[in-house]
């Protein structure tokens, strides 16, 4: 059984829900989704659906925020329809949104964008489609029912950290989803704020329109 793979395991209790989630120092399960290994990861789910939840013990992490982290939307799409609690932060207090608006472009994913540059603007189709992806993914989660303003341990929300990377394509989707701007970092900063510092323009107008 995939269960004696690795040691001990502690059972507790999730404070936001009854459901019951699987805790241990390491977590294969996280590092497939991680790694965007959708038949390993469906594996430890078939053996016992609490693993969509189980949180490594190293950050806190769930295989949602793994794939989140790198921006995996097949296996985002599988864990969303096994019922996985988007809404679990880990040891820095955020959530699968936090990372999947903080998701920026790879070193590899810039390295081929300008190779194909050149190449009839397969480069450009290329940051088109990541782009696009991400939107998705956050949309997923959304729908989901994630908490839109949820904060951090530095009392960042999503709609802070998609300021502070003046992503404009995900900030409508946030604010559509009741994303509040006033909402203010542990830094005393709103949203508005960092987008009115960082004189990025069109969103100070989408904030102040929101707000």
């Known amino acids: 059984m995939l269960s004696n793979v690795f040691g001990l395991h502690l059972l507790y209790s999730n404070l936001q829900g009854p459901r019951t989630v699987l805790l241990s120092l390491t977590q294969p399960i996280c590092q497939a989704a991680y790694q965007n290994d959708l038949g390993q990861v469906w594996r430890w789910v078939k053996e016992d659906n609490r693993y969509v939840d189980v949180q490594d013990g190293f950050n806190g992490d769930t295989p949602l925020i793994c794939a989140c982290r790198r921006g995996h939307v097949r296996i985002v799409s599988f864990l969303l329809r096994r019922n996985a609690d988007v809404n679990l932060k880990n040891l820095k207090e955020r959530t699968c949104l936090h990372y999947a608006v903080k998701k920026r472009f790879t070193f590899f994913d810039y390295l081929l964008i300008i190779l194909l540059m050149p190449v009839l603007l397969i480069g450009y189709f290329l940051m088109v489609s990541k782009t696009k992806q991400n939107e998705n993914l956050v949309r997923m989660l959304l729908d989901a029912g994630v908490e839109v303003n949820a904060t951090d341990c530095y009392g960042y929300t999503a709609l802070h950290y998609a300021c502070q990377m003046k992503n ?44």
């Open 168 to 211: 404009q394509t995900l900030i409508p989707l946030l604010l559509k989803a009741r994303a509040d701007p006033m909402i203010r970092n542990k830094h005393g900063e709103s949203s508005l704020d960092i987008a009115q510092r960082l004189k990025f323009s069109q969103i100070v107008s989408m904030l102040k329109k929101a707000s």
